[in-house]
Each structure stands twice: as C-alpha cells, then as structure tokens.
C-alpha cells in the first residue's frame, strides 16, 4: 500500500461531544432507533455520510467570501461553468441545491411513462425520481457486486449481457444509468473498458448514456490503481475520459468537490440543455444559481480543482481502507474490496440469526451508537423500500452497514477508536435481536423511519 499522509495541515477544529451509554441509549430511543434521527449534539464520531460533511480548505473559505449574490448571471456560476467544462468536460452546466435536484430534471426531462432505465445498481434518490417520472429501474450490475465476498476488482461494471437483454424487451430506453463507485454495492469502481463497452451498446441502440459523477474521482483513483494501462494517467485525464463516454451527468457536489452543499446537472447536447435550464427555474431557481448562493458556487469551483489532486485523493482512499483493514482483521465481515468513501459491514454474517425482516443493518449501526456514540448508516431492506407496484418490501441481496468517512474531516487515530467499537459489538452479537417498524414513511422511508427493539415485547 506505500505509506500515505494527509496531504494538509488542520487549521480549526470543532469540539466533539462525549457522552455516556445511558445518554445514548437515551437519545437511541428518542430517535426511534434510527441514526437519521438523532441529533448530531448526540453524535461523538459521525460517519452517517460524506455527503456535505467535508471540511473546506482555507482557499474555499476564502472563495466563500468573494460570493457575487446577484440575482441573475453571478460571476461565481461563470466560474463553476468553467470548473466543470475544464475537469469533466460538459459544455452545459445547470446549477442544483443538490444531486438529487440534477436528478429529478433530468428525469423529468427523459423519462416517459412505462420507459426502462437501466443502471448498475439502484441508488435510493436517483430510482425515486426515475420512479416519479413514470420509469422503471433495471438493475443490470455484474453478479459480483450482489456477493459481498468476491474481491472483484470493478464489481460496479454493467453485465452487458443482462444490459442488451434488458433493451431488448423494454418498449423504450431513454438512457443507460451509470455511477461511478457505485454507493449501495460498497463504493466499488466501474472500469473504463466496462464504460467504453457501455457506451458502444448505447451507440448500437442510439440510447444516451448519463452518468452519476458523484464520486467519479474517486472512480478514477481506483482505475489508475487497478486497469492496466492507466497506471501513468492523471485523475484528471481518467476523469475527462470516463466523462467523454457519456452524454451527461448528475453531480452531488457534496462528495468529490470538497463542499457542503451544491449540485449540476451536466449535458453535450444544446436542447436537452435548454429544457434543463427551463426546469431549474421551476424547481431550483434561475440556472445561474440553481438553489446555491454564489459562495457556494464559488467554494465548488474551488473544490473541483483541489479534488482531482493524486494526493489528496490517494489519501482519501486510503485512509478508508486503513478504516476497514482493521475492522477485517478484528474477525468482522466486511464487503470485499473495500471501497471508496466507507467501510460496509455486512449484517447478513453479523447477525447470522436475524431474518432480514427483523432489520438487522439497521439494529447494527444503533448497536454501534450505543457502544461508542458512532454514527453509521443502514444500506438494506429498509434503504431498499417497498417496490411500487406490489407493496412488498424489496429484499436486496446485500444487508449492510455502512462506515462513511467526510473527507478531511476525521484522524486515523479516531478512525481506530471506531473500529474497536465495532470489534466490540461484534463480539456481542450472539445476544442481540432485532427491531420492529413502528413507523414507515412513504417516500425513502429510512431517512425517517421508526422503530423499536424487539426484546421489549
Ligand atoms: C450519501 F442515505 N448520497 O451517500 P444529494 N447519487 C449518489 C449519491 O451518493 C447521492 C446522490 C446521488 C448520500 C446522501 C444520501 O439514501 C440516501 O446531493 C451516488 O444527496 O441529493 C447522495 O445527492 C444524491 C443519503 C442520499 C442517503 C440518499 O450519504
């Protein structure tokens, strides 16, 4: 692995709370078990998300405060529109609040009633908004990605065989979905000559290929790691070539750019762009600020530059991987290859006595809050929900917990504590049952669904 360093000096730091197990346990029940609720004063070490909880450098806080809050054409969005042109290479640059805010234009856009998208692997905001357009998502992922043991190295690669397979029977595909690291499989890559062959399918049906760039750097530290013959490309240049082979993306600025709030919805082509623009303005805000400030406009452009940097994402990777090399040699299973912005652990093994209707991820990251104040995140029957149209909980292959790590933010020596507290809990989880929902809301029930343990009944 080499040895590997945080690439920059910490400036401010932010005090922590300390809390006790009955202060926990406490808040735990306050929260309906479920770490989405609890407040962050509640919270010792958080690794919900790297989802806007990066720590900005001294050059983005610095951009903060040359925000041009003008109303229409801020110069920040010039500056954004150029940040994106120059690292992933999209002429046309729609501002969001954030990704799912690209996601739901550009799905109103493409999408028609009864159309098929298919993509490796669902994402939870991403398919809902499929949904609402009156789409149906096919998950045509290789089958590695469904087996948390195989040490494949892009299991986020697109089976092109279940791909043409799903094209064929669909009476109509308006585009071909593709993330790179792919979230719910564990952030694992999808390799440039998987992408290439993607597109040349989509070329073959003249269907537009458009991709979830939200973590596309760190896709591209993995292809420089792994795919023979990128062992001597920049981020950069792999980064602006997995963006050539679609014809636009979605962006949640949140990840890889460093920030803590914003989004684009990246497009080539010119009237896709005019529609675009037209319904930001509806749901967003002018297209030239998209829901976003102009400092925030600004601190993204920024963090584009500094995110495709060798050594702050090597450090980032890696710093991960430390993370999880440590929960692994404990005895804990994991997903294999450890991925690109958390550790996922997997609850199927851990609580090999729990059905998955008893939501055992979900009673894994309470019972990791409770030990230590760590913050994790449930990624299985409940981030899966109900299918549309029987009602029925999905019943996703992978049952895991997720360990995300915010960018710049936490001390390998923190990131230690936290995986001998899931050693601990691990060592106890012969006594633990599961958990029953008591409340279920109707759209991604698990941001604010409820529950409550099942020994009290
Ligand atoms: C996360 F529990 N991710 O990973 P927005 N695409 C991808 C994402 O990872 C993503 C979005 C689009 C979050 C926040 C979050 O089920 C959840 O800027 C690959 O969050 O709107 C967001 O970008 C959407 C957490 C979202 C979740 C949905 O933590």
Redesign the pocket.
Known sequence: MGNWFEPYKIKAVERIPITTREERRAALEEAGWNTFLLRSDQVTIDLL???GTNAMSDRQWAAIMIGDEAYAGSRNFYRLEEAVRTAYGYEHVIPTH???GA?HIISEILIEAGDTIPGNMY????RLHQELAGGIFVDVICEEAHDPTSRHPFKGDVDLDKLEKVIEQASRVPYISV?GTV?MAGGQPVSMANLRAVRAVADRHGIRVIL?A??AIENAYFVKEREPGYEDRTIAEILLETCNLTDGC?M?A??DSLVNIG?WLGLRDPELAAQARNLCVVYEGLHTYGGLAGRDLEAIAVGIEESVDYHHIRARILQVRELGEEIEAAGVPIVEPIGGHAVFLDARRIYEHLPQDAFPAQRLAAEIYLDSGTRT?ERGIV?AGRDPETGQHRYPALELVRI?VPRRVYTSKQLSAVASSVKAVHERRAETPGLEMVFEPTY?R?FQARFSPLEQR
């Open positions: 998300t790297d989802s954030q990704g799912r996601e994402f939870t905001t991403t993330a979230n979830d939200t973590r979605t949640s949140k990840k989004g995140m981030s995300t991604l698990f």
